[in-house]
């Protein structure tokens, strides 16, 4: 085990003797947590990100799957297409055209029973991904040790805008008992609003819609408003304007107060 330079997350290795990938894990603060980081690598943003979910009670873990540890910039982003492809990840997580169980969603089950095995997490753990790999995390709806999933902004099926490649068929993420919650900018150019629409017409809920802050797309990503569709164990989040990355570049400060709100909601102990 070796420590990361921001010495909170600590790096572990976990391997399914098929896959092996390092997880770097935060401070034991409650419930487990797995928020898996974007197309661009394992970045400072999603570390900051981490590290308001775990001011909120939770222990964070955050594989490093594809890209560079606290890369930036376009570089970060070449570093994590070619990872992304050069590894194989796409294709062993099935996010683009297969539904059956791959490589890729049995190490991310392997790593949800590893953070379930070092924290306390008596609701089941939460899983979040974002943009390409929103539908990763979202693979693992049909675990029964999850109990929270959150995809945002999921560019991925790319040639199934409606579809999220769950293991087994979407119809599973109206089965599950899990907690599901997605996200979205509105004018988002790169994720489909179609996938998000579907979540709703999967779980056959009739959402509560409330809004919060102002719905000016002129304003900075941060300051923007949301609308939130709300269902029993179900959650929709708009966020104003045009952007894409709802909760790490383009972070949306209400839209993050929703998702710990959230995983509070279905993980905490009540």
């Given at each position: 085990m070796t420590s990361s330079r921001r010495m909170e997350f600590e790096s572990h290795p976990v391997s399914t003797g098929e896959i092996s990938h390092d997880v770097y894990l935060g401070p034991v603060r409650g419930p487990g947590v797995l928020l898996i980081h974007e197309l661009a690598g394992l970045t400072e943003n999603t570390f900051e990100l981490a590290e308001t979910i775990t001011a909120a009670g939770f222990t964070v873990a955050v594989p490093h799957l594809f890209g560079r540890v606290r890369g930036e910039g376009t570089g970060a982003m070449a570093s994590g297409i070619a990872g992304l492809l050069g590894r194989c990840i796409a294709r062993e997580m099935s996010v683009?055209?297969?539904?059956?169980?791959?490589?890729?969603?049995?190490?991310?089950?392997?790593?949800?029973?590893?953070?379930?095995?070092?924290?306390?997490?008596?609701?089941?753990?939460?899983?979040?991904?974002?943009?390409?790999?929103?539908?990763?995390?979202?693979?693992?709806?049909?675990?029964?040790?999850?109990?929270?999933?959150?995809?945002?902004?999921?560019a991925s099926?790319?040639?199934?805008?409606?579809?999220?490649?769950?293991?087994?068929?979407?119809?599973?993420?109206?089965?599950?008992?899990?907690?599901v919650m997605v996200l979205r900018f509105r004018d988002d150019r790169k994720s489909a609003k179609a996938r998000v629409?579907?979540?709703?017409?999967?779980?056959?809920?009739?959402?509560?819609?409330?809004?919060?802050?102002?719905?000016?797309?002129?304003?900075?990503?941060?300051?923007?408003?949301?609308?939130?569709?709300?269902?029993?164990?179900?959650?929709?989040?708009?966020?104003?304007?045009?952007?894409h990355s709802v909760l790490n570049f383009d972070r949306v400060d209400l839209a993050v107060d929703e998702v710990v709100s959230f995983l509070t909601q279905y993980l905490r102990t009540p």
């Open positions: 683009f055209f297969r539904e059956q169980p791959r490589k890729g969603t049995n190490w991310l089950q392997a790593a949800v029973s590893w953070l379930g095995e070092n924290t306390e997490s008596p609701r089941g753990v939460g899983v979040i991904g974002m943009c390409a790999t929103g539908s990763f995390a979202m693979a693992t709806v049909v675990d029964p040790a999850v109990g929270v999933v959150i995809g945002s902004q999921a099926p790319a040639f199934r805008p409606a579809g999220w490649s769950v293991p087994g068929g979407d119809q599973a993420i109206g089965r599950s008992e899990a907690a629409e579907q979540i709703p017409v999967l779980r056959g809920k009739t959402p509560v819609i409330r809004h919060e802050g102002p719905d000016d797309p002129s304003l900075p990503h941060c300051a923007r408003g949301i609308e939130v569709w709300d269902a029993d164990r179900m959650r929709v989040v708009w966020a104003s304007g045009s952007g």
